[in-house]
């Protein structure tokens, strides 16, 4: 008897790793039950035609579908002012609990900084529903099979990157973001702009 208990005991315990080992997007889901659609996400701008070179301070050359109405994102076209790209998905934590401070930042820097979410292996309709409920109104784009993380070496979420004008990444945050950590970004931005 104790053997069979012990052995259902590690099988619970096993099993319960597994389902945390995976996003799990259904219990990260917000919004109704029922079958109503997801509110739209915000609109993706139409971007500079000038490129960013390829080089190890580019982005890599993806195009990324936005969550709501709008062209595709060229990550590779980020250039023309400073920008702020947010990795995150709603199935992470520390993702969602840096959101506000990165609408807040939005709020105050949105004229002179892009500002663009990349909801990585995500359902894209628990996206839209977060974004609607929190009143996140800056544009996101949509990384279904994580290539972009993939592609920068990074294995957790969040992730914040800081490009100049020119689109290249000046500067990266891996990990949950501080309000102080997040304007020394901005800040770093805003002079690098000025240079």
Known sequence: MPA???GGLLTAALLAGCATAEPNVTSARTG????????????????????VPAGADALPQ?????????PDVDLHRL????TLVNLWATWCGPCREEMPLLQEAYARHGEQVRFLGVDVQDDPEAARWFLDEHGIDYPHAVDADGELLRQLGIRGLPVTLALDADGRV??????????A???????DL??????
């Open 4 to 6: 069979r208990l012990a």
């Open 32 to 51: 109704p039950a029922t079958a109503e659609a997801a509110p739209p996400a915000p609109a993706c701008e139409q971007l500079p035609e000038d490129t």
């Open 62 to 70: 993806l195009t990324l579908p936005c969550l709501g109405p709008g």
């Open 79 to 82: 250039t023309g002012r400073p």
């Open 170 to 179: 000046v500067d990266r945050a891996v990990g949950q973001l501080t309000s």
């Open 181 to 187: 950590e997040l304007q020394r970004l901005i800040d």
């Open 190 to 195: 805003l002079r690098s702009g000025d240079a």
